[in-house]
C-alpha cells in the first residue's frame, strides 16, 4: 500500500513540478491557435479545455494503461517505477511536446513534425511507419473489445458480430466532424473510465487485498529480462509512441496554447494513474505474478479483466468497470483510423472538408484493419509494442531538435534528448532479442543497444551544434 501510494503521489507532484518545467522550456503564448485561425467545422473545432482533456485521455488510453499494465505487472513491483518515472520524464513531456509543437505548426500530423526537424528521408519513414501503426492499433482496438463484448451477451453475438459493429462505428467516427460523436461522447466515456478506476482500488481495498510493496527483483514466473521486455510491454502505460499520432488532433482543437499542459502533459499522467492501478490489482488480485501470468495464459487479457471486475465489484459495478474496458479501446480505435486519415491527407495535399475524400481515404484504412483482426491478437500486440516505442523514440528525438532551435537556450533539449537516448536503447535491444526480431542472446543484443542509444545521442549533439548556430524561427 505504501508503495502504491507514493507512486500515485509522485505522479501529481510531477504534473505540478516537472510539468512546470516542461512548460517552461517550450514557452507557450497567447498567438492564435491553429482552431482559433481557420476553423473548419471538421478537424479544426476549437472546443472547451476539460472536453479536450477528456478527449486526448480518451484517445491514448485505449487497452494500452490496461493490458499493458496487467502484462507488465508479471514482472513484479519493479513495473512501478517505470510506470512513475518513465511517464514523469519520458511519456508525459513525449505527448505534450507532441501536441504543442503540432500546435505551432497548424496541427501538422507526427509525418509532417519529423520531417520538419529531422529531414525528408526521416519525413518518408515515418508517414509509412505511423500509417502502418495506427492501422495496427486499430485492429487490436477492435479485437479486444470484441472478445469482452462476445463474453458478456448471446451466443449469436459472437466475436465476428462485435467485429463488424465497431468497425461501422469507427467508420461513421472517422468521417464525422470531431465535436459531433467524438466530442459529445468521450466526456461521459471519460467519467466512466474514471469511475472504473476508482472502483477497482476500492474493491482491493475493502477485500482486504495486499498491495505489492517496491521491490527491485525480477519476478517473471519464466526469467524473461525486465530489460528491455517490461519497457515495451507496458507501452502506454509510461511511453507512447501512439500518442505523438494522437495529440495533433488535439492541437487543431485548443483554444490557447497555455492549455496544452492540463491538455497533453495532464491526460499522460492520467493514464499513468490508471495504469498504476490495473498493475497493482492484477499482482494483488492473483496473490503473486505467477497466477497473474496463469491468469493471462488461461482467460487472456480481456478474461482477466472481467474476473477482476467481477470478483471485486459485483455484476454492478463490474458491468461499469466492463463498459470502462469496453469503451477505453474503442475511443482509441476510432481515432487511430481518424488519425491515419490526416496522416495521409497531410502526405498528399487531400482536401478533408469534402465528405467523398475523406470516404476515400477511410474506407481503404478500414479494410485493411478488418483483415489485420483476423491474425492471433499476441502477436499484433507485440509487434504494436515494439513499433509503438521505436516512434516515441523518433518523436522525441524531433522534440530535442525544436528545442535546439526554438528553446531559450539549446542544452534545454536536454529535457527531451534523454529520454530520446533511453527509448532508442530500449527500442533497439527489443528487436534484436525478441522472437519477432533477430532472436539474438543478451550478450550480444545488450551492448549493441546500448551502442546505437550512444551512437543516436552523439548525432543529435553534432546536429545540435549545426543547428544552434543557424538564425531561430517563430514557425
Excluded at 320 to 338: E, Q
Amino acid at each position: 500500500m505504501i508503495t502504491f501510494l507514493c507512486a500515485l503521489a509522485l505522479l501529481i507532484g510531477g504534473y505540478f513540478l516537472y510539468g512546470r518545467l516542461t512548460e517552461r522550456v517550450f514557452r507557450p503564448d497567447d498567438r492564435p491557435t491553429p482552431a482559433v485561425a481557420h476553423p473548419d467545422g471538421v478537424d479544426y473545432v476549437p472546443m472547451k479545455t476539460w472536453r479536450v482533456f477528456l478527449i486526448q485521455l480518451l484517445n491514448i488510453a485505449g487497452t494500452g494503461p490496461i493490458f499493458g499494465a496487467l502484462m507488465g505487472a508479471v514482472f513484479g513491483p519493479v513495473v512501478f517505477l517505470w510506470i512513475v518515472f518513465g511517464s514523469i520524464l519520458g511519456g508525459a513531456v513525449h505527448d505534450y511536446m507532441s501536441g504543442m509543437i503540432s500546435v505551432r505548426m497548424n496541427g501538422a500530423s507526427i509525418s509532417e513534425i519529423v520531417g520538419k526537424y529531422l529531414g525528408r528521408a526521416a519525413k518518408q519513414v515515418m508517414r509509412v511507419f505511423s500509417v502502418v501503426l495506427l492501422i495496427l492499433v486499430g485492429a487490436v482496438f477492435t479485437t479486444s473489445p470484441a472478445a469482452l463484448l462476445a463474453r458478456l451477451t448471446p451466443e449469436w453475438m459472437n466475436t465476428t458480430f462485435w467485429v463488424v459493429v465497431i468497425l461501422v462505428y469507427y467508420l461513421l467516427a472517422t468521417l464525422l466532424p470531431i465535436d459531433q460523436i467524438i466530442g459529445k461522447l468521450y466526456p461521459v466515456f471519460g467519467v466512466v473510465l474514471v469511475l472504473m478506476a476508482v472502483g477497482i482500488v476500492g474493491g482491493l481495498l475493502a477485500g482486504g487485498y495486499a498491495l505489492p510493496e517496491l521491490s527491485f527483483a525480477n519476478r517473471h514466473p519464466q526469467g524473461q529480462p525486465v530489460w528491455p521486455y517490461m519497457f515495451v510491454t507496458v507501452a502506454c502505460g509510461a511511453v507512447s509512441g501512439f500518442h505523438a499520432t494522437q495529440s495533433p488532433m488535439m492541437a487543431r482543437c485548443l483554444r490557447r496554447e497555455k492549455d496544452g499542459r492540463r491538455v497533453f502533459y495532464g491526460a499522460m499522467l492520467a493514464e499513468s494513474v490508471i495504469a498504476l492501478i490495473w498493475a497493482a490489482a492484477g499482482v494483488a488480485f492473483y496473490g503473486a505474478t505467477g497466477g497473474l501470468q496463469q491468469a493471462l495464459a488461461d482467460l487472456g487479457q480481456s478474461g482477466v479483466v472481467y474476473d477482476i471486475s467481477v470478483r471485486l465489484l459485483g455484476m454492478f459495478g463490474g458491468a461499469l468497470a466492463i463498459v470502462g474496458v469496453v469503451v477505453c479501446p474503442v475511443s482509441s480505435g476510432d481515432t487511430a483510423f481518424r488519425s491515419a486519415r490526416l496522416t495521409i491527407a497531410d502526405w498528399f495535399g487531400i482536401d478533408q472538408s469534402r465528405l467523398p475524400l475523406r470516404l476515400a481515404v477511410t474506407l481503404p484504412l478500414l479494410a485493411v484493419g478488418a483483415l489485420l483482426t483476423q491474425l492471433n491478437f499476441d502477436v499484433v500486440w507485440r509487434y504494436f509494442s515494439w513499433s509503438n516505442q521505436t516512434l516515441a523514440m523518433i518523436t522525441l528525438w524531433a522534440a530535442a531538435m525544436y528545442l535546439v532551435r526554438h528553446a531559450a537556450r539549446p542544452w534545454h533539449s536536454v529535457i527531451c534528448a534523454v529520454p530520446a537516448a533511453f527509448m532508442s536503447g530500449v527500442s533497439c535491444t527489443y528487436i534484436l532479442m525478441a522472437e519477432e526480431g533477430l532472436r539474438l542472446p543478451q550478450s550480444l543484443a545488450y551492448p549493441i543497444g546500448a551502442a546505437f542509444a550512444l551512437a543516436c545521442a552523439a548525432l543529435f549533439a553534432v546536429a545540435a551544434v549545426r543547428r544552434a548556430r543557424r538564425p531561430s524561427s517563430l514557425q
